[in-house]
C-alpha cells in the first residue's frame, strides 16, 4: 500500500517538471505572450461611426418618448373611466370584478412601456454588434501582422502583460476605406420590420 502511494506521487511529480518544461521551451522558442489592446469607443469615433450612432439613437428616442407620452395619456383617460365606474358600482361583486380590470389594464400598460424602452436599447444594442461584426476583420488582420495571441478591448482592464501591444490606430487605418463607404449602420439580418417594433414605433414611424 504503501509502494502505491508512493508511486502515485512520483507520477504526480514527474508530470509536474513536464509541465515545467514544457512552459520554459514555449517561452524560450516560442517568445513572451503578446497582448494586443484595443479601444472600441476610440476606434468607433475615428472612423465617424460614433456620432452616426448617437444622431441615429437620438432619433429612436424621440420616436419613444413620442409614443411613451401617448400610452400614458391613454392609460390616465381609461383609469379615469374605470375609476369613476368602479365608484359607481353598487355592488362588491361589481367592484371586486372591476379592480380586476384595472390591475390587468396596468400591467398591460406597464407592458407596452417596458416594450418602447427595450425597444431603443435593442436597437442600440443591434448597431455595436454590427459595429465589431464590421470590424472583426482588422482586428484579426492586424493580429495576425504582429504575431499576437490574444487582442483585449480596453475595457477589459488587464492590469499587467509583459509585452502589451495598442492596435486602435492600425485597425482603423485597416477599416477606414470600408466604414467610409458604408450606407447603414446595420447589417441586413439587424434591421428591425415593422412587426418587430412596438405598435407606437411602428405607427410613428409611418405618419413622418
Given at each position: 500500500m504503501a509502494e502505491k502511494k508512493k508511486s502515485l506521487g512520483m507520477f504526480e511529480i514527474v508530470y509536474i517538471l513536464?509541465?515545467?518544461?514544457?512552459?520554459?521551451?514555449s517561452v524560450i522558442y516560442m517568445g513572451k505572450p503578446r497582448v494586443g489592446i484595443i479601444n472600441l469607443a476610440l476606434a468607433a469615433q475615428d472612423l465617424g461611426v460614433t456620432p452616426l450612432i448617437e444622431a441615429d439613437v437620438s432619433q429612436w428616442r424621440e420616436i419613444a418618448s413620442g409614443d411613451?407620452?401617448?400610452?400614458?395619456?391613454?392609460?390616465q383617460a381609461i383609469s379615469k373611466a374605470m375609476k369613476a365606474e368602479f365608484d359607481a358600482a353598487t355592488s362588491n361583486e361589481q367592484k371586486i370584478e372591476l379592480k380586476k380590470q384595472m390591475n390587468s389594464?396596468?400591467?398591460?400598460y406597464s407592458a407596452r412601456?417596458?416594450?418602447?424602452?427595450?425597444?431603443?436599447?435593442?436597437h442600440?444594442?443591434?448597431?455595436?454588434?454590427?459595429?465589431?461584426?464590421?470590424?472583426?476583420p482588422f482586428i484579426t488582420q492586424v493580429a495576425r501582422k504582429r504575431k499576437l495571441w490574444i487582442v483585449l478591448d480596453n475595457s477589459a482592464r488587464l492590469v499587467y502583460s509583459t509585452k502589451q501591444v495598442d492596435i486602435t490606430?492600425?485597425?482603423?487605418?485597416?477599416?477606414?476605406?470600408?466604414?467610409?463607404?458604408?450606407?447603414?449602420?446595420?447589417?441586413?439580418?439587424?434591421?428591425?420590420?415593422?412587426?418587430?417594433?412596438?405598435?407606437?414605433?411602428?405607427?410613428?414611424?409611418?405618419?413622418?
Open positions: 513536464m509541465l515545467a518544461l514544457l512552459l520554459i521551451v411613451l407620452k401617448k400610452v400614458n395619456a391613454e392609460y389594464m396596468s400591467r398591460e412601456i417596458l416594450k418602447i424602452k427595450g425597444g431603443v436599447q435593442q442600440q444594442q443591434r448597431i455595436l454588434l454590427t459595429f465589431r461584426k464590421r470590424l472583426n490606430d492600425a485597425v482603423v487605418g485597416e477599416a477606414q476605406d470600408l466604414f467610409d463607404k458604408q450606407d447603414s449602420l446595420l447589417d441586413a439580418d439587424e434591421v428591425l420590420t415593422p412587426e418587430d417594433l412596438p405598435a407606437e414605433v411602428s405607427d410613428a414611424g409611418e405618419k413622418e
